[in-house]
């Protein structure tokens, strides 16, 4: 499992790296289930999303459970900008699980 942390990285040199067209040359052709956990809902963060989910033709299932610390309008921030990503693969389901179990969105 890995957690991005924004003070051991240089934010703005890996947001370019992201953000560049020739970062991603190929498809993740193998990746079929994606969880981040702890989600902060930072630039970097929603990039690394982006990318995944642009990158998957074989995703089906993308579960974002983001930080409990967050408060209820930085996770619906969180949400809707995840919604509007473009996906590669059109069977992939996202879930966005907040902290509480009985709060969870299915997202197709």
Do not use: C, W
């Amino acid at each position: 499992m890995m957690d991005l942390q924004e003070s051991r990285v240089d934010v703005g040199q890996a947001s370019n790296h992201l953000e560049s067209p020739n970062f991603l040359d190929f498809t993740l052709n193998r990746l079929q289930i994606v969880e981040i956990r702890s989600l902060e809902g930072s630039r970097l963060e929603l990039l690394f999303i982006k990318l995944l989910l642009a990158h998957s033709p074989s995703l089906e299932k993308f579960t974002i459970r983001p930080s409990s610390a967050s408060d209820v309008q930085k996770r619906l921030d969180i949400a809707k900008a995840v919604m509007q990503f473009p996906r590669a693969s059109p069977k992939a389901k996202m879930f966005y699980l907040n902290s509480l179990p009985e709060s969870s969105y299915i997202v197709q």
